[in-house]
């Protein structure tokens, strides 16, 4: 007997009015406060308003040409591909590096840049996710150093990999 998918979520989300895309769409939800998907949407918006003026500016030929290019490029750049996770295994817990799927890989890189985002106050949000979004593309920022620390984490508990099922 096959598994069941856990939620229809996928097949009901639309792409975003904008952009016309899912994962930016999805990026909104993960974004919106108390339901406020409107506010959500003018903060990513404009974010990628003030990406494409610095886009303009851009001299390097490697570079996006649009907010959207940039936006993938930096999830691509922060999704995780180990992680560790714990198991009890005879009485003691061992960090235990594991592959991480897709979909979870998408959840933790958005979820590491809107914490990003989140931690760094004064700005505007829509110029702090500008901001965080250009140095993800680039390999810089704090969500790529917590994807950098989660990767040394799983380097450094390589011994533990025979544990994995």
Known sequence: MGRKKFTAADEQLRPDPRCNDRTVSRFINCIMYDGKKSVAQRVVYDAFDIIA????????PNAPKDPLDLFLR??????????????RIGGANYQVP???????????AFRWIIEAVRSEKGRPMCERLADELYLAAQGQGKAMQTRDQTHKM?????AFAHFAN
């Open 154 to 158: 799983a380097e450094a508990n390589r």
């Open 98 to 108: 594991m592959q991480v799927n897709r979909k979870r890989q998408q959840s933790l």
């Open 53 to 60: 003026d610095k886009l303009a500016k851009e001299t390097d």
């Open 74 to 87: 930096s999830i691509d750049s922060v999704k995780p591909y180990v992680e560790v996770r714990s198991k």
